[in-house]
Nanobody
């Protein structure tokens, strides 16, 4: 019943932009922390951004200044705006939700901690190529 669905990926040239969406169903995102992760072939999964229920935000150094995370509670959706895409941004991007009621220690700062997230989407492919 609890589901996250990512969308918005695609193929884009270097320097281009994308907006990824993470839509929740079966629960409200208002009380969840949301993380965005990416995984490229041969690489570990990387936490790139998170947003807390209080709208605290974090960005990994590799994406800071280019990625922007935002929440629209009315649409029960979290977005990841990606600007100035680079070939190294090519990956499957996943969103994940942390139940902050069960995880009272959840914070969104310093890093995106994969083990804190309870629900995961299926991923959306981002390919940056000229």
């Amino acid at each position: 019943q609890l589901q996250l669905v990512e969308s918005g990926g695609g193929v884009v040239q270097p320097g281009g932009s994308l907006r990824l969406s993470c839509a929740a169903s079966g629960f409200t995102l208002n009380y969840y922390g949301i993380g965005w992760f990416r995984q490229a072939p041969g690489r570990d999964r990387e936490g790139v951004s998170c947003i807390s229920m209080h709208d605290d935000k974090y960005y990994a150094d590799s994406v800071k200044g280019r990625f922007t995370i935002s929440r629209d509670n009315a649409k029960n959706t979290v977005y990841l705006h990606i600007n100035n895409l680079e070939p190294d941004d090519t990956a499957v991007y996943y969103c994940a939700a942390a139940d902050t009621v069960r995880r009272e220690g959840y914070v969104c700062y310093g890093e995106v901690r994969e083990y804190e997230y309870d629900y995961w989407g299926q991923g959306t492919q981002v390919t940056v190529s000229s």
